[in-house]
């Protein structure tokens, strides 16, 4: 990046007279600033980078402090490179300091610190500063930067005005001034050394830009309601409601990347981090810049499916099983599965029959088992056996507690050992038998082998469930709330034939059982460990035999635990580690009016805090949303629960809104519609489905940028080239939920079906558009 030698502000001609000099002289030098700063940066980022590549790998945790720091060097010098100057969103200044004053960017202080300077205070999707150690950007989620996103004519919380930026393709092309004092105001209505007011105008302008195919950066123009909620401590479950075009989804990504900066405990990525679930992956796909956008590379995102290794298998619908309140089934393709089996399949209380299904296999034996050694036989009893499988901890899987009882089991046996000597009575006397050598006795008997695996089995996830879908007697002893005529419903000819509603049960099994595989890696890696033991003792013992004396380093190392220390952890086996398993220290989940009483057990189990954002619109809910949010968490396992509402609808113009709100009112008279504050002066167009292709590729023509959806019912198929149209995606309701175009154009609406999920259908589909709406009909 090169200094900045011209103006940043590229404003067009319409707004020429706010590219006056008295107006931005001031942003340009604190630009210039910025610009000389962010080359030196990079420069040096990139050079500190190179080097730390080419250095050493290390070992142990040498090798591990080497990789945080390219991770580190490389995110950092992404942030920077990725922006460039519009790294800057906006000034704010304070009243006890004025607008007059001239500002140099001065101010060395702490993100933290209040930003005592005088002049604006520029805020930034990072701090940054100068090679003097000024403060030329204040990081945008540090307390001091509260004001300038929550800031309000009612509660201005200190400042005299707020300057918002909007950048395109790294140039000012508009701003907008907020006053909130009246005594810095002139007599014609400007801001006194400073900007005219234009308040709101260009951020409302901003709100109706042109999409893309992945969400577009509105950190500028987080609003104070937004920001509030944001900002909200992650303690206990944040429930933010609101309707369509609220901007939930920004909040929710937003609030992720502020709770890794500002809370300690999910900044230590050990402990789990956050992870971010969103409905489907079109979802994930429009998202994917925000989070890095903001500096963080490392959050894990997914859908539901993503959990749940047998997804790949199973046809996609939502990726959510549809159930409506009567149980019946909504038309959608979800495998076999009717509507009865989909509600059974819903229910929270599979965890109970998980630990069932897992707890039919730990019944210790109860008849005595004979078991050979080579110094006499010994008997292992039923009150032996109900020993060895109390020492399973409480909470640990089953397949991971299998050792624990083993190994309970071998002392209970090594115990009857504890009195036989062995050794020649006339030489050097009696000893007792070496405990590696009677724990590989025990171990060879074949007996006691084969009644272990079968009174502790290792299990399977997909095994369990499938039992229960074919064997009736193992359905009702694990569920024995389930009807004779329940449990005939959930048996299937093929117990593997999975859908949808089968993931959730799956991932309980699967959480509830752990890993088969875990005991068999343990042994490795504790063999490996004793190799690489032995191995460094033999060099140990090497350097010692060569040491004229035993003083300092050489004296050091006859000590054990030096020995156990020098051991190369780099040589131990690894596991590929399920970066999606957890635990989480707090999840944010997405469209999370749909989920399931057993989706959510998915999610709890992954996060045992309970810290959760919960962003939904109950109003959205496609089958029915009958309970408060606090009902339905306090439901499924929460203890904690605060309620955030957002009302005002950025998005979507009031044309749009007029014509989807009678729709869901019809269905839901207390539903949550939002407020529009926009128009886009485009009324809601209807026309035959016929006219579809010419329609689209007309408005392609005209605009030459922007993005459509054309949206249909499940069996909706357009013709080759509507798919094959740029900027166009073909979706379903569901799969349109928390995606925005410009142009939405919807197939037959009223066949999206009828009572609340027809209804909530065709207002998704319709409050997808940030622009025009186009309702098409075959007659």
Request: aromatic content about 6%.
């Amino acid at each position: 990046m090169n200094s900045l030698t011209t103006s940043a502000f590229d404003l067009p001609e319409h707004l020429a007279a706010k590219a006056d000099e008295g107006l931005v002289g001031d942003d340009d030098r604190h630009f210039a600033a910025i610009a000389a700063t962010l080359e030196r940066q990079i420069a040096e980022l990139t050079e500190r980078l190179v080097a730390a590549r080419r250095g050493p790998g290390g070992k142990g945790q040498a090798a591990m402090d080497r990789d945080l720091e390219v991770h580190r060097l490389t995110a950092r010098l992404g942030t920077l490179s990725r922006f460039g100057l519009d790294l800057c969103l906006g000034r704010m200044v304070r009243a006890d300091v004025g607008a007059g004053a001239e500002s140099d960017g001065a101010g060395a202080l702490d993100d933290t610190d209040d930003p005592g300077q005088d002049g604006p205070v520029y805020i930034g999707r990072l701090g940054l500063l100068d090679s003097a150690g000024r403060r030329l950007l204040l990081d945008w989620r540090s307390p001091a930067a509260e004001p300038f996103f929550g800031a309000t004519h009612a509660n201005p919380m200190g400042l005299a005005s707020r300057r918002r930026y909007r950048w395109t393709l790294g140039r000012i092309t508009d701003y907008w001034e907020e006053v909130f004092t009246a005594d810095v105001i002139d007599g014609d209505g400007a801001l006194k050394g400073h900007a005219a007011l234009d308040d709101q105008s260009a951020f409302i302008a901003s709100l109706g830009a042109s999409r893309s195919p992945r969400m577009r950066d509105v950190l500028g123009t987080i609003q104070a309601d937004q920001d509030a909620i944001i900002r909200a401590g992650s303690r206990g479950a944040l429930v933010v409601d609101g309707g369509p075009g609220t901007g939930k989804t920004v909040v929710a990504l937003h609030r992720a990347a502020y709770l890794l900066y500002s809370d300690p405990r999910l900044r230590q990525r050990q402990r789990g981090g956050v992870l971010v679930v969103g409905p489907h992956q079109p979802y994930l796909g429009y998202t994917a810049d925000v989070l890095p956008s903001l500096g963080e590379e490392g959050v894990q995102t997914c859908t539901l499916r993503d959990l749940v290794p047998e997804s790949a298998g199973v046809p996609e619908s939502a990726g959510i099983p549809d159930v409506t309140d009567d149980g019946t089934d909504d038309g959608t393709d979800d495998g076999t599965d009717d509507g009865l089996v989909k509600r059974l399949k819903a229910s929270a209380r599979w965890v109970e029959a998980m630990d069932g299904a897992a707890t039919f296999y730990e019944e210790p034996p109860t008849v005595t088992l004979t078991i050979s050694t080579p110094w006499s036989d010994v008997r292992l009893t039923a009150d032996d056996w109900a020993q060895g499988f109390d020492a399973a901890q409480a909470g640990v899987p089953h397949n991971e507690a299998r050792d624990q009882v083993l190994e309970e089991l071998l002392t209970v046996l090594a115990e009857k050992f504890a009195d036989v000597r062995i050794g020649d009575p006339d030489g050097d006397g009696y000893e007792e038998i070496p405990a590696p050598a009677l724990r590989a006795a025990l171990l060879r008997d074949r007996g006691f082998r084969t009644a272990f695996a079968r009174a502790w089995p290792l299990l399977d996830a997909p095994d369990i469930v499938a039992d229960l879908w074919s064997v009736p007697a193992y359905l009702h002893r694990c569920a024995p709330w389930l009807s004779r005529q329940e449990v005939a419903a959930l048996q299937r000819a093929d117990a593997r034939a999975w859908t949808s509603a089968d993931l959730p049960l799956l991932d309980l099994a699967r959480q509830r059982l752990g890993d088969p595989q875990a005991a068999r890696r343990r042994r490795e890696q504790a063999s490996a460990a004793a190799a690489e033991q032995e191995r460094m003792s033999h060099v140990v013992d090497g350097l010692l035999a060569a040491e004229d004396d035993f003083e300092g380093v050489a004296t050091m190392l006859m000590g054990q635990d030096m020995r156990d220390a020098l051991v190369d952890a780099d040589a131990l086996p690894r596991t590929d580690a399920d970066l999606l398993a957890g635990p989480f220290a707090h999840i944010v989940v997405d469209e999370a009016q749909e989920l399931t009483d057993v989706q959510w057990q998915m999610l709890l189990a992954r996060c045992p805090s309970r810290s959760f954002t919960v962003v939904g619109d109950r109003a959205q809910a496609r089958n029915g949303f009958t309970e408060s949010w606090q009902q339905r968490l306090g439901r499924v396992g929460f203890d904690e629960i605060r309620l955030a509402g957002l009302s005002i609808n950025y998005r979507t113009p009031q044309e749009v809104m007029a014509q989807a709100e009678p729709v869901i009112r019809a269905a839901l008279p207390d539903a949550n519609v939002p407020t529009s504050i926009r128009a886009s002066g485009l009324p809601v167009t209807r026309a035959a489905v016929a006219e579809l292709e010419p329609m689209l590729a007309g408005w392609l023509d005209e605009h030459a940028e922007g993005t459509a959806c054309v949206i249909g019912a499940a069996g909706f198929q357009p013709s080759p080239q509507v798919r094959a149209f740029p900027r166009v995606q073909v979706l379903t309701p569901t799969l349109a939920k928390g995606l925005e175009f410009d142009l939405v154009m919807l197939v037959d609406p009223d066949s999206f079906g009828d009572g609340i999920t027809g209804a909530v259908d065709r207002y998704v589909a319709m409050t997808r558009a940030t622009r025009q709406l186009v309702l098409l009909t075959s007659t």
